[in-house]
């Protein structure tokens, strides 16, 4: 099959006019008439522009295929509006059925009252925009049997009023305290997930963490999974795992820890206070990722750590300074790298590191950045300062906290919410999508477009993906 349009390889070639595909590999890249001369009698598709295959390389499949079916409160930050969505889904589903949402970002921390009000027969659960903290109403905090006598969980905590209760916001671990009384996603969740994913012209995606391995492996037992899947196990799941691939489209490749929460709920962990005093929340201990990090890479598995906060990057720094000498398969990743201080940027080169950020995250997050860190907006999204580094850029969604829009990723790296001078160009941006994520899970022969590659690629018309080709197989929409 031969592709003709605007190719761009990712590689020291640039850009050339048409690729030619022999199965599922890239036989040949190069000039139109000459791959037309070379290979006479192919069938030919024009495209506006062809790009290595993209990765989303942060998400969590199981709970995008969730979110899908729940209450949408994306671009919500008054918790009025959010209780009127629920009263207006009251009125669709039978008295004593769950209603869950997700998307909401909040100033503050709201008690149950509206939600009580809004849905007084319905357990109610919204989980916030970056999944770090929910908000419930009694019925449902009832259903969990949470109460004054509910001890605060390790690395979690519930908002409670002057008497001690809990006032119906849950922050961080403390969140599994009522999940456990939710409906559970399972394999129908999972493949919806992947299947959206594919749809937006994704051939891979990172996965990172909130799901069972078995239910992937199902699927790639059956031939079912519809983009390769770079898997990341839970800290708590990986010991008796066997890392490498299953079948040819899933890899069990790290495991995944966290240094501190996110910015929306006030959990990320810095070195300078919010307004209120607070630092946020730090999460497993420096020492555990240290310990567990190097046993895991011992045994295989690549290491995995989000981080958003200055501190936690400031720390987890530290952390991979010393599990360097054992990275040797695959490089290890710092997921997000959201804020950073000037005095730490140094401190990212030479490290067989690669960096995941979200930059989409900057279009909602802009506005918390100003809100909770006044004076300090310079060190949020560094995107160009850290592809200074010299490290692999790896750019992602996180799905379900943002829409895994591709688009959504290029308009915030070109054109930075904070205009702190830290644009990309599209090229880079691109980059980051495809050869950087490849380069990230460990994928070297992903990414690009080169004879003997792969054949995955993302075909753009209208300056927007339109089809994609995985394993060599043509699908557009």
């Known amino acids: 099959m031969l592709l003709s ?21 890239i036989a040949a890249v190069g000039g139109l008439e000459d791959l037309r001369t070379r290979y006479p009698g192919t069938r030919s ?67 149950s009252e509206l939600l009580d009000q809004a849905a ?31 001890p605060d969980p390790p690395g979690g905590a519930l908002v409670r ?4 209760n809990p006032s119906g916001y849950l922050l961080e671990h403390a969140q599994d305290l009522l999940l456990g009384a939710t409906p559970k996603p399972g394999l129908a969740e999972l493949e919806r997930g992947l299947r959206d994913l594919a749809a937006r012209g994704y051939t891979a995606t990172h996965h990172m963490g909130s799901c069972p391995l078995e239910l992937a ?13 770079w898997w990341a196990l839970d800290k708590e799941a ?19 820890f966290f240094v501190d929460g996110a910015l929306g709920s006030r959990t990320a962990w810095m070195v300078e206070p919010y307004p209120d005093g607070s630092h946020g929340m730090p999460l497993d201990p420096l020492e555990f990722i240290h310990r567990e990090g190097a046993e895991a890479l011992r045994q295989g598995f690549g290491v995995v750590v989000h981080a958003i906060g200055t501190q936690a990057v400031r720390g987890l720094l530290d952390v991979f300074s010393g599990l360097a000498p054992l990275a040797t398969g695959r490089p290890l990743r710092m997921e997000h790298v959201q804020h950073v201080r000037d005095e730490d940027l140094p401190r990212f080169r030479g490290l067989p590191l690669a960096l995941s950020l979200q930059p989409m995250h900057a279009l909602e997050d802009a506005a918390l950045v100003r809100h909770h860190l006044p004076g300090r907006e310079h060190e949020a999204f560094r995107l160009r300062d850290l592809w200074a580094t010299g490290l692999p850029l790896a750019f992602g969604s996180d799905a379900p906290v943002a829409k895994p829009e591709v688009l959504d990723n290029l308009q915030a790296a070109l054109h930075p919410p904070l205009g702190n001078g830290q644009a990309l160009s599209l090229e880079q941006a691109l980059w980051a999508h495809t050869r950087g994520a490849a380069l990230a899970a ?34 557009l929409s």
């Open 238 to 256: 990986w010991r008796g795992v066997e890392p490498g691939w299953r079948g040819e489209r899933l890899e069990v490749a790290a495991v995944k």
């Open 442 to 475: 460990g994928w070297n022969q992903q990414g690009w477009i080169r004879p003997g590659a792969p054949a995955d690629l993302t075909l753009w018309e209208g300056g927007k993906p339109v089809g994609r080709v995985l394993a060599g197989q043509l699908e």
């Open 45 to 111: 598709v024009r495209l506006e522009r062809i790009t290595p295959g993209l990765h989303d390389a942060h998400t969590h499949p199981l709970q995008w295929g969730e979110a899908l079916g729940l209450l949408d409160l994306a671009g919500v930050n008054d918790p009025r509006e959010a209780a009127q969505r629920v009263a207006a889904q009251v009125r669709e589903i039978p008295p004593g059925a769950w209603i869950r949402g997700v998307g909401y970002l909040f100033e503050g921390y709201p008690s």
């Open 217 to 229: 492996e199902r699927l790639a037992r059956s031939d079912q999974l519809p983009l390769r899947l």
């Open 5 to 25: 349009g605007n190719v761009w390889t990712m590689t020291e070639l640039g850009q050339a006019e048409a690729v030619y595909l022999e199965g599922n590999r």
């Open 161 to 164: 009023d002057s008497g001690g």
């Open 120 to 150: 007084p027969h319905h357990p109610v659960f919204l989980r916030s925009r970056d999944l770090h903290s929910g908000w419930a109403n009694r019925q449902a905090m009832e259903a969990a049997g949470l109460s004054a006598r509910t």
